[in-house]
């Protein structure tokens, strides 16, 4: 199935280091959703963008909606040791009803 | 308010066998989706309900259907289950424009 280009695919930081990721697509979105997920358990939403440039922030989380409307990104600043999982993006184009998921981006916190 | 709600959480099987995954969405929830998660493809959409209808559907094989009921309660089968549907089924339940996992069925086949 179709799926977003999510990059990095996996990244090792330092506790306290600020971390970016980020999705593109080949196609317009008018909603962007973050979703992280730990081992087993289902994504649990972190953040959604409904509008092109849209900035938006849950505590340390930061996302922004493109103002290309092909692409989002995510940033977390001063990870902690809890930050580890998997990160999904999804998208989902105008006058659809299906979400499209991204590749996931694995973090993985040093502490 | 309920989060979505998914039974059973843990299942074995053997192949040839046939299975029946439940969903509960969000209270208020019309539109229920199913997802397949597995290491090497990620999630993959299965199909996704609304109103009782099925309004899309991802390219799995007929094995793989689906329902909804009209207190929008989903389930999906899998019938003749092979070694390959061993996966994480998630379900989701959308709202106006954001969707909510919960928190899945692991399925087994031996």
């Known amino acids: 199935g179709q799926q977003l280009n999510q990059s990095p695919q996996s990244m090792f930081i330092q506790e306290g280091e600020d971390v970016s990721m980020n999705c593109t697509s080949s196609s317009i979105f008018n909603t962007w959703l973050w979703y992280k997920q730990d081992p087993g358990e289902g994504p649990v939403l972190l953040i959604a963008l409904y509008k092109a440039g849209e900035l938006t922030s849950n505590g340390r989380l930061t996302a922004q909606f493109g103002i290309t409307r092909k692409d989002s990104f995510l940033n977390i600043s001063a990870s902690i040791p809890s930050d580890v999982g998997i990160y999904f993006c999804a998208g989902r184009a105008s006058g659809t009803y299906k979400y499209i998921f991204g590749t996931g981006t694995r973090l993985k916190v040093l502490a | 308010k309920a989060g979505v709600t998914q039974t059973p959480r843990y299942l074995i099987k053997t192949r040839g066998q046939q299975v029946t995954l439940s969903c509960s969405p969000i209270s208020g929830h019309r539109s229920v989706s199913w997802y397949q998660q597995t290491p090497g493809q990620g999630l993959q959409f299965l199909f996704e309900y609304f109103s009782e209808t099925q309004r899309n559907k991802g390219n799995f094989p007929g094995r793989f259907s689906g329902r909804q009921f009209s207190n929008s309660r989903s389930e999906m089968n899998v019938s003749t289950l092979e070694l390959g549907d061993s996966a994480l089924y998630l379900c989701?339940?959308?709202?106006?424009?954001?969707?909510?996992f919960g928190p899945g069925t692991r399925l087994t086949v031996l």
């Open positions: 989701a339940s959308m709202g106006t424009d954001t969707q909510y």
